[in-house]
């Protein structure tokens, strides 16, 4: 089984529009998770943390933890072309090591 | 600069050479990690490493792979007798302590294999 998953996408949304990314994950003891953007031959780049149950909000982006369903989330609202990336969720598993899901690729249309 | 520095960004090596791949963490970061990308895949964890030692190499090949953190200079990423398989992007990232996720990025190593 996978420690960190996502849909692989591509997800394509219109411009202004809520984009939805999901992660699930499988080590419990899992306590940190994060958002990273990677734009196509570059390298990631941290946008967004999490590390309690509930909301955490930042400008246009929000991540979502609910530890008892092992389910992160992150919304990005009024979507906007330059926001086209591949976005990788990641968790610090208990082994003090950050593992990466496969990303899922976003497309914002003009 | 003060950010993670790779070199070299491109580097050709054909069958059987060994590859060498370095990383020099953001100035008071003390840990790096290693990840593999394949072309349109995710980025793969191979080994999180502080100075001198080796935290976790759960996800490093068993054989040809090897990777270092010296008290003074860069991390190495070594790989002994390349294949074309192991063409690929290698990304260093540093955090400034156990536990601490892969804060900033290197802009990666890409290696082809001929």
Redesign the interface.
Known sequence: QKEVEQNSGPLSVPEGAIASLNCTYSDRGSQ?F?WYRQYSG?????IM?IYSNGDKEDGRFTAQLNKASQYVSLLIRDSQPSDSATY?C?A?TG?????????TRLFVKA | NAGVMQNPRHLVRRRGQEARLRCSPMKGHSHVYWYRQLPEEGLKFMVYLQKENIIDESGMPKERFSAEFPKEGPSILRIQQVVRGDSAAYFCASSPGQGQPPLHFGNGTRLTVT
């Not at chain 1, 082994?95 to 990303?103: L, N, P, S, V």
């Open positions: 940190s994060f570059k390298s990631p780049e941290l943390f990788r990641a610090t082994g003090f090591k950050t593992i990466f899901g496969a990303g």
